[in-house]
């Protein structure tokens, strides 16, 4: 193995102090976002510095730090193989068989773990920036850029096309798409920095080129608009990330494409009339998958909503709208012994840890005890399948009024 390959006991040993952050906040735009970003930078300021300080050591990784012979890309292609698919002992060495919720721990997931490395601590560092002005927070944080998206020898591939790959059956899917979620904070942090001058406008464009490869990639590739089209938690990631990258690539067309699909399929197709969301329930992990839904769905909600256009207050044909999947969802998070449902198959017990959806609704939703109890909750998972299923980690860098959209 690689030297530098991030194993996953040193990724829990090293990352978990980042991981606090999983909280996603108010609208951006609104009035109360001086509050907000009071509160979380008081809330928040002791973990992000902390952590920050600890990153300044760290040296960049990327996919090219190792590379698995399964992979059908070459070196500097991201590879990932589907979560829950196993060797079928009825034909060993044939196609892999799914066994849906039970994660197969032979996968190869040091792509995934440097990526995942990646997204704890760029936000990290641009959050420590944005508390102190401290320049070496913002140069380390452009150091780690420059390795994953602009030196060529070390740079990704602007694509996913052998993400969770199924050994036999196929070399990558549009369902890897939802891999590169671990970048929408990344990308946040690049927005805020370029904003408030912690980077220059000739740095950003740097990084910007290639997500703007990336973006139109996830719009007109096979794979990403498979995974566009798909109607649970997959289908909303990728509005999320599109909403994200778009804004920092300047493609309006795609960012109004994302309000359009969120206003005309997603709340539609995925939130039941009581707030829940039955594409998740029917999950072999319907907890962890409604909170992870519910979070990406605020974040779509913090990202893409202005002064005119609100889309907390968006509501479906059947009268619900993020706010009440929030609203369903709270008691099971405020006391998850109430939890009606199947228990997960896998780390049940260790959830529901910091949700971001919890701080994101009860600030634009004037909730407060949503907030309070998001204060009370887990902020340093340990788990790494809980972290990872934590893309907004850094509350301070999305109700920062530096990125009010005021259209």
Same mark, same amino acid.
């Given at each position: 193995m690689n030297e530098t390959a991030v194993t996953r006991r040193r990724f829990v040993a090293t990352m978990a102090a980042a991981a606090a952050g999983t909280v996603a906040l108010p609208r951006a735009w609104a009035a109360t976002g001086d509050d907000a970003y009071a509160l979380v930078? /008081?809330?928040?300021?002791?973990?992000?510095?902390?952590?920050?300080? +600890?990153?300044?050591?760290?040296?960049?990784?990327?996919?090219?730090?190792?590379?698995?012979?399964?992979?059908?890309g070459g070196l500097h292609d991201y590879f990932s193989e589907g979560d829950y698919w196993w060797p079928d002992p009825k034909n060993p060495g044939g196609p892999y068989i799914r066994r849906d919720g039970f994660s197969n721990p032979d996968n190869f997931v040091k792509? $995934?773990?440097?990526?995942?490395? %990646?997204?704890?601590?760029? &936000?990290?560092?641009?959050?420590?920036?944005? %508390?102190?002005?401290? /320049?070496?927070?913002?140069?380390?944080?452009? /150091?780690?850029?420059?390795?994953?998206?602009?030196?060529?020898?070390?740079?990704?591939? &602007?694509? %996913?096309?052998?993400?969770?790959?199924?050994? +036999?059956?196929?070399?990558?899917?549009?369902? +890897?798409?939802?891999d590169t979620l671990q970048l929408v904070e990344v990308v946040?942090?690049?927005?805020?920095?370029?904003?408030?001058?912690?980077?220059?406008?000739?740095?950003?464009?740097e990084v910007r080129e290639w997500f703007a490869s990336y973006v139109n990639w996830m719009a007109t590739s096979k794979n990403g608009t498979d995974e566009e089209k798909a109607k649970n938690n997959h289908g909303t990631c990728w509005v999320l990330q599109v909403a994200e990258f778009s804004q920092f690539t300047r493609r309006e067309d795609l960012r109004k494409l994302c309000v359009e699909r969120f206003k005309t399929l997603i709340v539609p197709d995925q939130i039941a009339k009581d707030g829940s969301l039955p594409l998740e329930l029917e999950r072999t992990k319907p907890y962890s998958y409604s909170l992870f839904d519910a979070d990406v769905l605020s974040g779509i909600c913090q990202s893409l909503s202005t002064q005119v256009d609100d889309l907390w207050g968006f509501k479906g044909p059947n009268g619900m709208g993020v706010g009440d999947v929030v609203a369903f969802l709270f008691p099971y998070i405020a006391d998850k012994s109430k939890w009606p449902f199947a228990k997960d198959v896998e780390y049940f017990d260790a959830m529901p840890s910091r949700r971001p959806?919890?701080?994101?609704?009860?600030?634009?939703?004037?909730? &407060?005890?949503?907030?309070?109890?998001?204060? /009370?909750?887990?902020?340093?998972?340990?788990?790494?399948?809980?972290?990872?299923?934590?893309?907004? $980690?850094?509350?301070?860098?999305?109700?920062? &009024?530096?990125?009010?959209?005021?259209?």
């Open positions: 930078a /008081k809330v928040d300021r002791v973990r992000i510095l902390s952590a920050a300080q +600890g990153f300044l050591a760290e040296k960049p990784q990327t996919v090219t730090s190792a590379h698995s012979e399964r992979s059908a792509h $995934r773990d440097v990526l995942i490395r %990646l997204s704890l601590l760029a &936000p990290t560092l641009a959050a420590a920036w944005r %508390l102190t002005k401290d /320049k070496r927070y913002s140069a380390c944080f452009m /150091k780690h850029l420059r390795a994953w998206f602009v030196d060529p020898a070390t740079k990704m591939n &602007p694509n %996913l096309e052998y993400a969770q790959a199924i050994s +036999g059956v196929t070399p990558g899917r549009g369902i +890897g798409v939802i946040r942090a690049l927005r805020l920095l370029e904003v408030e001058r912690g980077i220059s406008e000739a740095e950003a464009d959806s919890l701080l994101f609704a009860g600030e634009a939703l004037k909730r &407060p005890e949503y907030v309070a109890v998001w204060k /009370k909750q887990d902020a340093n998972p340990t788990v790494p399948e809980l972290i990872r299923n934590l893309p907004i $980690r850094q509350p301070l860098l999305w109700v920062d &009024p530096a990125l009010a959209n005021r259209q």
